[in-house]
T-cell receptor, first 111, second 116 residues
Framework: ETGVTQTPRHLVMGMTNKKSLKCEQHLGHNAMYWYKQSAKKPLELMFVYNFKEQTENNSVPSRFSPECPNSSHLFLHLHTLQPEDSALYLC??????????FGNGTRLTVT | DQQVKQNSPSLSVQEGRISILNCDYTNSMFDYFLWYKKYPAEGPTFLISISSIKDKNEDGRFTVFLNKSAKHLSLHIVPSQPGDSAVYFCAATPNAGGTSYGKLTFGQGTILTVHP
């Protein structure tokens, strides 16, 4: 399998649940990212990992907890989310000056 | 305040004609600009980019123009095809190298519909 793969594609969770989003890239890239797209808003950068080290946290609330065990895998752990956190969560990867390669996203609904 | 703006939420064009998508930015630190295309239920895919040292970059049917003094860029698609129907996002980043190329500020997107 090639590219950036995200699972699950759709997720519905209650506000008291704990869930995780998974991202895997097969491109040999060294950097991975989480982006969020809320309804009627532009894509917003959440986190950046470079060689497994977090290099950017774009003022994201602590109820979102990223994890990057190696350069190919990225997780986003979710707990006690709010309905306004419902959005499309996109994972991406890049290498040096290459453009971002995005996965197909996880559509999250918080009830 | 949005630093990258796509003021046209939608654009409708006849097949074979030119599609022109526009994007304005406010941050003078932006040095590298990209266009992404997104189909429903898929992630954005990279289309074309331009560095601030250029004013034009061409790739097949797609051309991006950059006017730094006006802080404006545009994407031209000629000729437009029905398969080009998608959401087009403009994005920008300061050209600081490394992961800066992935730390993009996006516009809201423009929905392009190309009619047969």
């Amino acid at each position: 399998e090639t590219g950036v793969t995200q699972t699950p594609r759709h997720l519905v969770m209650g506000m008291t649940n704990k869930k995780s989003l998974k991202c895997e890239q097969h491109l040999g890239h060294n950097a991975m990212y989480w982006y969020k797209q809320s309804a009627k808003k532009p894509l917003e950068l959440m986190f950046v990992y470079n060689f497994k080290e977090q290099t950017e946290n774009n003022s994201v609330p602590s109820r979102f907890s990223p994890e990057c065990p190696n350069s190919s895998h990225l997780f986003l752990h979710l707990h006690t989310l709010q309905p306004e956190d419902s959005a499309l969560y996109l994972c991406a990867s890049s290498q040096e000056t290459s453009p971002l390669h995005f996965g197909n996203g996880t559509r999250l609904t918080v009830t | 305040d949005q630093q990258v703006k796509q003021n046209s939420p939608s654009l409708s064009v006849q097949e074979g004609r030119i599609s022109i998508l526009n994007c304005d930015y406010t941050n003078s630190m932006f040095d590298y600009f990209l266009w992404y295309k997104k189909y429903p239920a898929e992630g954005p895919t990279f289309l074309i980019s331009i560095s601030s040292i250029k004013d034009k970059n061409e790739d097949g049917r797609f051309t991006v123009f950059l006017n730094k003094s006006a802080k404006h860029l545009s994407l031209h698609i000629v000729p437009s095809q029905p398969g080009d129907s998608a959401v087009y996002f403009c994005a920008a980043t300061p050209n600081a190298g490394g992961t800066s190329y992935g730390k993009l500020t996006f516009g809201q997107g423009t929905i392009l519909t190309v009619h047969p």
